[in-house]
C-alpha cells in the first residue's frame, strides 16, 4: 500500500542506532509506509546531507525528518535548530524520535521548531506498536509542496 499517491515524500531518517533504524523502517513499513527512506547514522552526515555546498542544488521538497536527539559528532538539538533557522529547510516536517523524555528537552525541541515530539519506549513490542501508530500518522500527514 503507497501511503499517498499524490503527496508522496521522503523520510529522513536521523538514527544513530542501527537496531532502532531497523525497527523505526520495519515497523513504518508494517503499518504500510512505502514511501523512499534515507538514513543517516550520525549528526555530521544530516549536516551534509541538508547544508554541504555541493548538496546545494538539490531541493529538499517533500521530505519529512525523524530526528533523534542523541546523535555522535553533533547532537539532535543542534541539526534541529540549523534546520528551523535556514530558509531552505524550515519548513521541512521534524519529528523527534528519541529516548529522552525529560519535559525541559520536550520543550526545547518545540522552542527550536519540531513539529511533533514522540519518546521511544524501551520494550520491544512498545516501541514497536509506537512506530506502527507513526507510521499511521505519517499515512495521512500532508507535507508541504515548496520549500525556498
Known amino acids: 500500500m503507497n501511503v ?11 538514527e ?30 544530516a549536516m551534509q546531507y541538508f547544508f554541504a555546498p555541493e548538496m546545494a542544488h538539490i531541493k529538499h521538497d517533500r521530505v519529512l525528518i525523524l530526528l533523534d536527539l542523541n546523535l555522535p559528532t553533533i547532537d539532535g538539538y543542534e541539526i534541529l535548530a540549523r534546520l528551523k533557522s535556514e530558509d531552505r529547510t524550515h ?30 519506549p524501551v520494550e ?8 506502527q501508530k507513526v507510521g499511521l500518522m505519517l499515512s495521512i500527514v500532508k507535507i508541504p509542496h515548496h520549500t525556498k
Open 4 to 14: 499517498c499517491h499524490d503527496d508522496h515524500f521522503t523520510i529522513v531518517m536521523i
Open 16 to 45: 544513530d542506532d542501527e537496531g532502532h533504524a531497523r525497527l523505526i523502517e520495519k515497523n513504518l513499513r508494517r503499518s504500510g509506509i512505502s514511501n523512499t527512506m534515507v538514513h543517516l547514522n550520525d549528526g555530521d552526515k
Open 91 to 120: 519548513a521541512i516536517p521534524t519529528i523527534i524520535l528519541t529516548t529522552t523524555d525529560n519535559p525541559k528537552e520536550v520543550d526545547r525541541c518545540y522552542e527550536l521548531g519540531c513539529n511533533v515530539y514522540i519518546t521511544k
Open 124 to 131: 520491544y513490542d512498545s516501541f514497536s506498536d509506537a512506530i
